[in-house]
């Protein structure tokens, strides 16, 4: 049998860097329907929440700030990535894909003001 050879410990941080973003928008997305399911009566979602937000809704909104933070680690790495000579064409490809979904949640969030404290 051959021996795979071990990522280059370039490819090996940004992997785990991706992972990190993935769960933490991930978190952020459940965390925001359980907020609205479960926190918020019917009545108030469908009357557009009269008596305010749920408290619970602010932290959820902490979560897109970290995001954003790991997609900046992940854009870096990722310039990193396609700096060495030890992947491939496909593997930079890959990566720089899930840079773009990385930046564009980010950018979608901030199209819906979901950024933050702005509504």
Known sequence: MLARRAPPAG???LLVAERW??????VYVLG???VMVVLVPRHELLA???YGLPRAIYLVQIIPFFSI????????????????????WWSRCYHL??????????AFLGYWKHIGYMF
């Open 69 to 88: 933070a790991l997609a900046e680690i992940v854009f870096w790495r990722c310039i990193g990535l396609w700096r060495e000579a030890a992947v491939g």
């Open 21 to 26: 973003m993935s769960a933490v928008n991930r």
């Open 48 to 50: 557009g929440c009269p």
């Open 11 to 13: 490819l090996r941080r």
């Open 32 to 34: 925001l329907i359980v």
């Open 97 to 106: 894909g899930i840079v773009l979904c990385g930046a564009g949640f980010v």
